[in-house]
């Protein structure tokens, strides 16, 4: 099997974690995302958690060095040795610089960035109507995606929970520093001939149907 080692760019709320996801069990690799790396330090109150809840819970970015050693431990475990999707990481052209040397020294490079382009008004209602579960990190939409049983989720029954960086103020901090920091990356990767395009706007029902297309489409499997 071919290895694919795919990062996912876009602002939050583009819809990088369900691509992800269904990219990575497309491809049965790991979807690796930073946020959710930091979530369930912060729950579990570690050290790393500690440092990065300030950081995570105001829409600030966690310091490169701190972010950029948590994914090379993660990338160094034994399921990313056929590939491996990062679904918000990097975020900085200081993490996409590291990303680089880290990989290099592990004798890997990157296949593609996928990049989802969705304009900053729908991004806003993405995420004001986004739902989590506390417990399996499912990820909803009261509008998009409802679970079938309303405010529970789908999977485990645990009650659903807006993330607290879901609020109007925080998405602002959020969507400004993806704007100024994280939007460089599209070039970065663009010129290294590494960017592919995905579709922000495809029906839930028809995803696992784009993402195969996508996965054939770019030589990933
Ligand atoms: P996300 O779930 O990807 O929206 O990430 C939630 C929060 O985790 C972000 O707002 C940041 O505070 C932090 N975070 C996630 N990924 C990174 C990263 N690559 N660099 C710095 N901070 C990050």
Known sequence: MKESNIIFLG??????????????????IPQISTGDIFRANIKNSTPLGLEAKSYTESGKLVPDELTAKMVKDRLLLDDCKNGFILDGFPRTLAQAEMLDVM???????ISYAMYLDVANEEIMKRL????????????????????????????????????????????????EIYDTTTKPLIEYYNSQG??????GDVDMSKLREYIEGLVKEAGLA
């Open 11 to 28: 602002a939050p709320g583009s819809g990088k974690g369900t691509r992800a996801s269904v990219m990575g069990e497309v491809l049965s």
């Open 103 to 109: 990989l290099k020294e592990m004798g890997k490079e």
């Open 128 to 175: 004001t109507g986004r739902r989590t579960c506390p417990k399996c990190q499912a990820s909803f939409h009261i509008e998009y995606k409802p679970s079938s049983k309303g405010e529970i989720c789908d999977i485990c029954d645990e009650a659903l929970a807006i993330r607290p960086d879901d609020n109007p103020e925080t998405i602002k901090t959020r969507l």
């Open 194 to 199: 590494k960017l592919y395009k995905v579709a």
